[in-house]
């Protein structure tokens, strides 16, 4: 029995797979058009960021208002376009990153990053976040961060999704940044107050009733000194031994 072997070249085999993507993709795209919005999968960041100022409500309201439509299952999947929704879901004071894509079956899928707050700007005039890129975000009616407030002489007007601009707000934003990866410093500050001088003023959890930095130059050095002082020698005398601490002054700690 004779048998004949035949041999399809790479090229050949290349195209054919080509050719069945082709008329895959036209049959997917066909299908598409008829398709309808079966669920609606909303991944936010709350456990992971400790944040909680979108929810999954907020989430869908923000594409039914848009698309004005009552629910976005039954809708169309052609009429769901990724980028659009992005955009739109951007708009929201509180979301930094969104990414939405649509699955063959017609799900929606949708993956929100929050905003994280380092403190919140606090006064008379003022209330907003200062976020992890120094940006100024509004307050949420529904949720407030557990975060250092500032307050006092501080100036630094309101425009939101701006940075901050003034010097004050810059050296408050860089005390922030420099604590925010030491959990020592971020558990010891309850707030941060501006003076009539124009100091960095930092009103500890526990200890002292103020802390003086003056400005942000030497900042590193001014936090190992804090940590020095409270490890020998409040942790001696007492946390309550001294009302103020003052670390303006190069090599040198002063006490009240």
Request: contains cysteine; charged residues 25%.
């Amino acid at each position: 029995m004779n048998r004949k072997i035949y041999k399809i070249s790479n090229i050949t085999l290349w195209c054919l797979l080509v050719v069945n993507l082709i008329v895959f993709l036209s049959f997917t795209g066909s299908q598409q058009q008829h398709i309808t919005c079966g669920s609606v999968n909303i991944e936010i960041d709350n456990q992971a960021s400790g944040n909680y100022f979108v929810d999954k409500e907020a989430v869908d309201n923000i594409i039914t208002n848009h698309l004005k439509i009552q629910s976005i299952i039954g809708t169309p999947v052609k009429d769901l376009n990724p980028y659009i929704l992005e955009n739109e879901l951007l708009k929201s004071p509180f979301i930094k990153k969104v990414k939405v894509y649509k699955d063959i079956p017609g799900n929606l899928n949708i993956q929100i990053i929050q905003k994280r707050p380092l403190a919140r700007v606090f006064t008379d005039k003022l209330d907003y976040y200062i976020d992890e890129d120094g940006k100024k975000f509004t307050f949420c009616n529904t949720y407030t961060a557990r975060v250092p407030v500032v307050n006092g002489y501080f100036f630094e007007g309101i425009s939101y999704k701006d940075s901050m601009v003034t010097p004050v707000g810059k050296m408050v934003y860089n005390y922030l940044k420099a604590i925010d990866t030491n959990a020592y410093y971020k558990s010891l500050t309850e707030s941060i107050y501006i003076n009539e001088e124009g100091d960095l003023t930092i009103v500890p959890k526990i200890g002292p009733s103020e802390i003086i930095f003056g400005d942000d130059r030497d900042l590193s050095d001014k936090l190992n000194k804090l940590h020095t002082f409270y490890s020998k020698v409040l942790n001696t005398v007492g946390y309550n031994h001294y009302k103020s601490i003052n670390l303006k002054f190069r090599n040198e700690v002063v006490c009240k």
